[in-house]
């Protein structure tokens, strides 16, 4: 009989990581969220680059808001292989009930020899996710799965 009689065993696996960005302000931590994904792929130190995309979303609340925004970052680094390294939020506004954001990310064309893959991320997850305001200013965490 295999394994001293076991039919099976759980094996720890770790399908997701997690995450806290900080900010002054909501702005702010809005960009210090992507740099934190960005580094989960790739060491964002070594891309430089001013290849930029503007990036404007609505969606029914901040929360939903910020899993947009890091997901519509990484659609475009899968879709235009562009890795950015440097996040500018211009404006996020509440209107009508809804939220909005405008912001500019920049970077620059993906090349495997040039930027060493750290961790592909599948998808920004609803899962534990927090965005408060704090005394010190604002706090997001985030789960990724990988």
């Known amino acids: 009989m295999p394994s001293q009689g076991k039919k099976y065993e759980?094996?720890?696996h770790t399908a997701d990581i997690k995450f806290l960005a900080y900010g002054d302000t909501l702005e702010e931590v809005f960009e210090n969220a992507a740099l934190a994904m960005f580094n989960v792929i790739i060491d964002t130190g070594k891309v430089s680059g001013e290849t930029a995309r503007e990036v404007s979303l609505i969606s029914p609340?901040?929360?939903s808001l910020l899993v947009d925004w890091l997901s519509e970052l990484l659609y475009l680094f899968e879709v235009d292989?562009?890795?950015?390294w440097k996040f500018q939020v211009k404006e996020i506004k509440e209107e009508n009930?809804?939220?909005s954001i405008k912001a500019l990310a920049s970077g620059?064309?993906?090349y495997p020899e040039s930027h060493p893959f750290e961790t592909e991320i599948k998808a920004v997850t609803y899962n534990q996710l927090e965005l408060e305001k704090t005394a010190e200013g604002w706090k997001a965490q985030v789960v990724v799965d990988i």
């Open 10 to 12: 759980y094996l720890e």
């Open 61 to 63: 609340d901040m929360e």
């Open 81 to 84: 292989e562009i890795v950015f």
């Open 97 to 99: 009930g809804e939220y």
């Open 108 to 110: 620059e064309e993906y």
